[in-house]
C-alpha cells in the first residue's frame, strides 16, 4: 500500500507563492491584510497571520503579536486597528482622525481605533510558541504576551461581560461586517447620510463585493457614538449589543490556549481552564439552537434565525458537547462542507444569499481554516482533510484572495491577501 504524501506534489508552487506574500505584506514588525484595501495592522488578521508566518520565522510570528499587543489599551482592549502615521492618509476610511484615540486616557502612543475584534490571540501565541519553544522560551515570548493576552481576557469579560458570553458593539467587532446576522439590529440605527464621509475601499474593489453605502451609513453613526461616548462599554444604552457564536467560541479557545500558555510560564492554569468550560457552556445554553449557534441581539432579546458559518466555529472549542450537530450542519443544505469551492460565509439556502457580497455568501479561508482546526480537534479527521483539500484547491485555482465565489471558486476581494496566504501555509505544513 502506499504511504499518502502530504503536502500532494503539485502545492509546492503554491507553498513558495505564499511565502512571497507573507514576505511582501511584512512591513518591519507586522504584516498587513492587503498592500491596497487595507494598509495598517488589523488584530484577528495578525493572528492568523501569525499561525501561518511560524512556518517561516518563529520570530517573525511572535513580532507579529507583539507589535499588536505594543497597541494595547490601559484598560486591556486590543485595538481592531492599529495605523501606521505613515500610509497615506486617503488609503483607508475610517483613519486615525475619525477614531481620535489620543484623546482617550486609556491610549497607547499610536494611533488605534476603539473597537476590538474576535479574540483568535492566546490560541496564535500558543500554536506560534509550538513551532518553536526552544526560541520562543529565551525571547521570553510568553512570559511577557501572558500577562496582556490576561488583560486582554479581563476587559472582554468585565467590560463586554452579558451572561456569562462577550458582547460586541459593531457589526466590525464581529470580522463579518455585513453577515445578515446584524440585519436586525442595524434596522434600528440611523444611518450616516452617504454625503457626510468618503468611502475608500470603493477605490480598489467593485461595489457590488462590498457593504452598500447605506450598511455603510450605519456603521459610520455606530462607531462615532461609541467613540463620542469615550469608549465607554455602556452596553444598557448600546443600540447594537450582540453576541456572536464565532467571538464566544473564540474567547472559549483562547481561554484554553492561555491555560496551556499559563503552565508553560509557571502561572496557574486552573482559572483559565474553569473560564473555558463556562464559556463553552454559556454558549451551548444561549446560542445553540437547531443544529447550529445564533448570534443573539441582547436588546431585542433575540436568537437571530440566521445561519452563518459563524455558528459552526464553536467545533474550536476543546470538549464542545454540542460538536456531532455542528459537524452535521457543516455537512448538510446550509454549507455543503467538500462540496463548493469552499464553506460559505452565509447559509446557501438564505434568504440574503449573495454570492459576491462581502460576508453574505462568499467563502473565506479563515472560517475555513476555524472549522478545519475545530475538525481535527473533535476527531472528524476525514472531513477536515476533504476541507483542507478543497481550501488547498481554492487558492491554487484564485490565488490568494480575499475570498471566493463559493460555487466557483472565482477570487473576489483584495489580491494577495495575507491571512489567505498564511492559512493556506499552514494547512500545507
Ligand atoms: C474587513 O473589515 C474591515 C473593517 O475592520 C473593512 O471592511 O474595512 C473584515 O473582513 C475583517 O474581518 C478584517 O479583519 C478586515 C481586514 O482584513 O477587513
Known amino acids: 500500500m502506499n504511504t ?111 473597537l476590538v475584534q474576535p479574540p483568535v490571540h492566546a490560541l496564535a501565541a500558543w500554536l506560534t510558541f509550538q513551532a518553536d519553544p526552544a526560541q520562543a522560551r529565551r525571547r521570553g515570548f510568553l512570559s511577557r504576551l501572558y500577562p496582556k493576552l490576561v488583560a486582554w481576557h479581563r476587559y472582554l469579560a468585565d467590560r463586554r461581560g452579558v451572561d456569562g458570553l462577550v458582547a460586541i458593539v459593531h457589526p466590525w467587532e464581529s470580522g463579518m461586517d455585513n453577515s445578515p446576522s446584524w440585519d436586525d439590529a442595524l434596522g ?104 447550529l449557534c445564533h448570534a443573539y441581539d441582547v436588546p431585542a432579546r433575540r ?13 474550536v472549542v476543546p470538549d464542545l458537547t454540542v460538536a456531532p450537530a455542528l459537524v452535521k450542519s457543516a455537512l448538510g443544505e446550509h454549507f455543503r462542507l467538500g462540496q463548493t469551492a469552499l464553506l460559505p460565509s452565509y447559509d446557501l439556502t438564505g434568504a440574503a444569499f449573495d454570492p459576491s457580497r462581502y460576508w453574505r455568501g462568499p467563502a473565506w479561508f479563515n472560517t475555513s ?3 478545519w482546526h475545530g475538525l481535527t480537534r473533535h476527531g472528524e479527521l476525514d472531513h477536515a482533510d476533504r476541507l483542507r483539500e478543497v481550501t488547498l484547491t481554492a487558492a491554487q485555482q484564485a490565488g490568494f484572495r480575499e475570498y471566493v465565489h463559493p460555487f466557483t471558486g472565482e477570487g473576489r476581494g483584495a489580491t494577495d491577501f495575507s491571512w489567505t496566504a498564511a492559512l493556506v501555509l499552514d494547512l500545507l505544513r
Open 369 to 371: 481554516w476555524l472549522v
Open 303 to 315: 436568537l437571530s434565525p440566521e445561519r452563518t458559518i459563524a455558528g459552526l466555529t464553536p467545533l
Open 4 to 114: 499518502p504524501v502530504w503536502p500532494p506534489p503539485g502545492f509546492a508552487a503554491l507553498d513558495r507563492a505564499a511565502v512571497g506574500v507573507l514576505l511582501d505584506n511584512w512591513t518591519g514588525t507586522y504584516t498587513v491584510p492587503s498592500r491596497t484595501l487595507y494598509p495598517h495592522q488589523w488584530s484577528w488578521d495578525s493572528a492568523f497571520v501569525a499561525i501561518g508566518l511560524r512556518h517561516v520565522s518563529a520570530r517573525r510570528a511572535q513580532r507579529e503579536l507583539e507589535s499588536l499587543f505594543g497597541a494595547q489599551w490601559a484598560d486591556g482592549r486590543v485595538p481592531h486597528i492599529v495605523f501606521d502615521r505613515a500610509a497615506p492618509p486617503e488609503g483607508y476610511f475610517p483613519g486615525p482622525d475619525f477614531w481620535r484615540s489620543p484623546a482617550h486616557p486609556a491610549s497607547p502612543a499610536v494611533a488605534t481605533s476603539g
Open 188 to 291: 434600528r440605527v440611523e444611518p450616516t447620510p452617504i454625503d457626510a464621509f468618503r468611502r475608500r475601499d470603493l477605490h480598489h474593489v467593485q461595489a457590488a463585493e462590498r457593504p452598500t453605502d447605506t450598511d455603510y451609513g450605519r456603521y459610520v453613526r455606530l462607531a462615532a457614538d461609541y467613540r463620542d461616548s469615550g469608549y465607554a462599554d455602556r452596553l444598557d444604552d448600546a443600540q447594537f449589543v450582540l453576541l456572536d457564536p464565532m467571538v464566544n467560541a473564540l474567547f472559549a479557545a483562547s481561554e484554553a490556549a492561555l491555560a496551556d500558555i499559563a503552565a508553560e510560564v509557571g502561572a496557574d492554569p486552573l482559572p483559565h481552564r474553569e473560564a473555558a468550560a463556562r464559556v463553552s457552556a454559556a454558549l451551548v445554553d444561549r446560542l445553540f439552537a437547531d443544529e
